[in-house]
């Protein structure tokens, strides 16, 4: 099957039959500590050609088939995936969804993108905006420290 290439920003929520080319930035493991840090699954950080980033989630059961592709820095193109809201308390990125992996996902490295990927993607706040943001859980900000 034949999918169209789209870029993150123009996903819908739903099942997706079009395929994203994305950077893979950071992925680390989602753990439950109040079940004693089961494993929930794996959740990533995406970066398309416009710079446009989105979080992505892998279920627990659905983490072997993926396990040894997740490489940060590396280009995939990625298909056949659900799109969903993005609850406040988990909202990383100033996108309103998250991409979920389903059974049918296709997550598959690539050498040379129709259009260059970006290596990282950042957003300079000024103090008065970190501040506004403190405590709010809808975004998650760090520093940069000049030396």
């Given amino acids: 099957m034949v999918h169209m290439t789209v ?4 996903l819908q929520a739903g099942r997706s039959s079009s395929t994203v080319q994305v950077r893979l930035l950071r992925y680390w493991e989602d753990r439950n500590f109040r079940r004693g840090g089961e494993l929930m699954g794996v959740d990533m950080l995406l970066l398309d050609s416009q ?37 406040r308390n988990l909202k990383i990125t100033e996108s309103p ?35 506004r943001l403190a405590n709010t859980n809808s975004q998650l900000t760090g520093i940069v420290l000049g030396t």
């Fill in 97 to 131: 969804f998250i991409i979920r992996f389903n059974d049918y996902t296709e997550f598959i490295e690539m050498t040379t993108p129709s259009s260059p990927l970006p290596l990282e993607a950042f957003r300079f706040l000024s103090g008065t905006e970190l501040l």
């Fill in 7 to 10: 870029f993150l920003s123009d």
């Fill in 51 to 87: 710079t446009t980033m989105m979080q992505a989630s892998v279920n627990s059961h659905r983490i072997p088939k993926f396990r040894e592709t997740l490489t940060a820095g590396k280009m995939f193109t990625l298909s056949s995936f659900d799109v969903v809201s993005c609850t």
